[in-house]
């Protein structure tokens, strides 16, 4: 399941589509419970080093996200904005350091 450099999105379309133009492998999703099962296919392939899960879907896997963040290392789980969110501002950049919870560069 992992695409590029162990990397995969689950989301919408125009998230998981826009990503896939950089290389970026992902699963569509329309509903919580696909978003779930994606979430469990990532977490199982020992490829995948980083999730990338659209905005949309987060609070529905709030409590997946966090056991993983709290249980290992890998893979490094990171919330997404989707294509029309309400935090869409807010970088990938910002949103990796706040999972890692140090800063990347000065």
């Excluded at 696909?34 to 949309?56: F, H, I, N, P």
């Excluded at 709030?62 to 993983?68: L, M």
């Excluded at 709290?70 to 970088?91: F, N």
Aim: hydrophobic letters at 55%; proline letters at 2%.
């Amino acid at each position: 399941m992992a695409g590029a450099r162990g990397l995969t999105v689950i989301g919408g379309a125009d998230v998981v589509l826009g990503l896939g133009l950089l290389g970026i492998d992902g699963v569509v999703v329309a509903d919580a419970a696909q978003a779930r099962v994606a979430l469990a296919r990532a977490l199982a392939d020992r490829e995948t080093a980083l999730v990338l899960v659209d905005e949309a879907w987060v609070e529905d896997l709030r409590d997946t996200v966090e056991a993983v963040a709290q249980e290992s290392a890998s893979p490094l789980v990171v919330e997404i904005p989707s294509a029309i969110g309400a935090d869409s501002a807010q970088t990938l950049h910002l949103r990796v350091e706040r999972a890692l919870g140090f800063k990347l560069r000065e």
